[in-house]
């Protein structure tokens, strides 16, 4: 009985070690789980589900052949992928969730997201954050044709390359008060997130006497990065790339 969490992947046409190490993971590990969650930033990009490349049409295959096998997968959108939608959900056999879902962890509640929203300090993203998940402006969007949502998509990806340079490891790290603050509303000691690519297992007592455990995972850049989770235990893993 394993419930496997992933996220901050970045998957590209050009990542290949990384894609290679994904494809092994689905159909090795992921293929024996009670569930798969997805945690964001599956993609280095999404441009929209009308993405009818080779690259999208061998990840969407992945999770079909998963889905298809009985294994439940859930997807909670990230920074970089928040253009998914339910077509790609059609094609997958995933199951969207919402920013902040709470779940049933072998009879242990916990909440789960991205992490992006945690990061309050980083007022800039935030704002963009607003903007870029206004349902008009993301239908507009969706209907243009593909070769310039990719131009449209370059430059976002240039900005905030050139954004991040310039912030603070601290502005882009979580806020510890809006991480009890979201705890607490949801009634729960275990919160489980993506995003920042600072993978450890953090144990505080919150501001109420309350022991709690927030769990970050990890980033795909240089290896494979999992969650495994057990009635009994949840530990992160690494998956090493392997040979060519």
Known sequence: MTTLFISDLHLSPNTTDINRCFTQFMRNEAIHADALYVLGDLFDF??????SSDFAKQVRAEFKQLTDRGVPCFFVKGNRDFLVGQRFAKQTGMTLLGDETVIDLYGRKAVILHGDTLCTEDTQYLAFRAKVNQPWLQWVFNRLPMMLKRKIVGKIQQGARDTKQSKSLEIMDVTQSEVEDVMTAHNVDLMIH????????????????Q??????????????SILSCDPHSLTLETRPFGEK
């Open 46 to 51: 999404w441009v929209g589900d009308d993405d």
């Open 194 to 209: 993506g995003h920042t690519h600072r993978p450890n297992t953090h144990r505080f007592t919150s501001s109420n006497q």
């Open 211 to 224: 022991a709690m455990t927030r769990i970050v995972l990890g980033d795909w850049y240089e290896q494979g």
